[in-house]
């Protein structure tokens, strides 16, 4: 299962400290809403975007409930795109 997140900023933001972005601040692929942001497992991965390019695990975390970006003295413009990607991996058991 996969599952994306959109966020653009609205004004200039510092990443230090960091910039937490709430679940609800985020839209799906069809621009609705999102409540909740899927669970990364031991079967899965996630994926950071900023303005298009990917993002070293190391400056971000993951939760349920938000995305928090950490990278001191980085700036992101106003306007920046920010996608998160979540993937996640389902084992069934077939008869």
Same mark, same amino acid.
């Given at each position: %299962? #996969? *599952?994306?997140?959109?966020?653009?900023?609205?004004? !200039?933001?510092?990443?230090?400290?960091?910039? $937490?972005?709430?679940?609800?601040? =985020?839209?799906?692929?069809?621009?609705?809403?999102?409540?909740?942001? %899927?669970?990364?497992? !031991?079967?899965?991965?996630?994926? #950071?975007?900023?303005?298009?390019?990917?993002? *070293?695990?190391?400056?971000?975390? $993951?939760?349920?409930?938000? #995305?928090?970006?950490?990278? @001191?003295?980085? #700036?992101?413009?106003?306007?920046? @795109?920010? +996608? +998160? *990607?979540?993937?996640? =991996?389902?084992?069934? $058991? +077939? @008869?």
């Amino acid at each position: %299962m #996969l *599952e994306r997140y959109f966020y653009t900023t609205a004004a !200039p933001v510092p990443l230090d400290p960091p910039l $937490v972005i709430n679940a609800g601040q =985020f839209t799906d692929n069809s621009g609705a809403p999102v409540t909740s942001i %899927m669970d990364v497992t !031991p079967s899965g991965y996630s994926r #950071l975007y900023i303005n298009g390019i990917v993002q *070293e695990a190391a400056i971000y975390s $993951v939760t349920s409930t938000a #995305l928090t970006i950490s990278s @001191p003295g980085d #700036l992101l413009q106003a306007g920046t @795109p920010v +996608l +998160l *990607e979540v993937l996640r =991996f389902d084992a069934a $058991v +077939l @008869p």
